[in-house]
């Protein structure tokens, strides 16, 4: 009843499990071959879920596996491998977005004024993009969105792992499409490969959704031409002469 063969083994499944183990091969006098049966809830599940051909050694306190020959035997502890890694992967898509910026300003929570005082009124709340000492200078907007698809991996004892990816665009209509055109220009692609995203608020995927997002970015996109267009001295000055809002120049076609 003498184990030929012992050797610390591991594996990693795709719901991010990390599996050691013992693997211990040994051989009976009547010539049946043997695996030792690891002292771990997911093998004995496993293996119960296969029906294979189980057993205890004489004078041992330790179950195994049972085989024929040793081919088959490695076959066994193969296919218990397989079923401790099988996992149920759920899929959906979203629309995952956050918002930046750099900005410093108070506002007050009964008239909903906005103004950039240093001496705020009683019922004033400051919203500040730059919080600490190294203050930036200008006022900006930032959004960032991306459609991802979210899949998460279960396996047989319920252990979890969230995986996501840029969804394809043969999975999205015209505005998911453009949405992820636009978002090819952020820095996205470290926090989706890394998982990243605890900063990101989510949204379900529909087509009226990622047109919202795509129009905004449509609106920027303009507003930054035309501030091009019109921040040379003489333009802006004309601008400034006519008593139009800068922002209102630019919405005018």
Do not use: W
Not at 80 to 93: A, H
Not at 120 to 146: H, M
Not at 168 to 190: H, I, P, Q, T
Request: net charge neutral; aromatic share 14%.
């Amino acid at each position: 009843m003498a184990i030929f063969s012992n050797t610390q083994k591991s594996f990693k499944t795709n719901a991010g499990v990390l599996y050691k183990y013992q693997e211990q091969f040994g051989v009976t006098p009547k010539g049946e071959f043997y695996f030792v049966i690891p002292d771990n809830t997911a093998f004995n599940n496993a293996i119960s879920l296969l029906n294979l051909k189980t057993g205890r050694l004489p004078r041992s306190t330790k179950d195994v596996v049972f085989a024929s020959t040793y081919e088959n035997l490695t076959k066994a502890v193969s296919s218990i491998i397989g079923k401790i890694s099988e996992v149920i992967v759920e899929e959906e898509t979203f629309i995952f977005y956050k918002n930046g910026g750099n900005y410093s300003f108070y506002r007050n929570s009964h008239t909903g004024d906005i103004g950039p005082s240093f001496f705020p009124e009683l019922y004033c709340e400051r919203f500040d993009a730059n919080q600490g000492f190294n203050y930036k200078t200008g006022y900006s907007i930032s959004l960032q969105a991306v459609v991802l698809t979210e899949k998460m991996y279960k396996d047989a004892e319920n252990n979890k792992k969230m995986r996501y990816e840029k969804t394809a665009d043969s999975e999205l209509g015209l505005f998911g499409k453009r949405l992820n055109a636009y978002a090819s220009r952020c820095d996205l692609d470290n926090s989706i490969r890394n998982g990243l995203l605890g900063d990101y608020k989510k949204l379900p995927y529909t087509e009226a959704n990622a047109e919202f997002f795509t129009r905004f970015f449509d609106t920027i996109c303009r507003f930054n031409y035309e501030i091009l267009q019109k921040l040379e001295p003489e333009v802006l000055q004309n601008i400034i002469a006519s008593n139009i809002l800068l922002i209102d120049a630019c919405g005018e076609r």
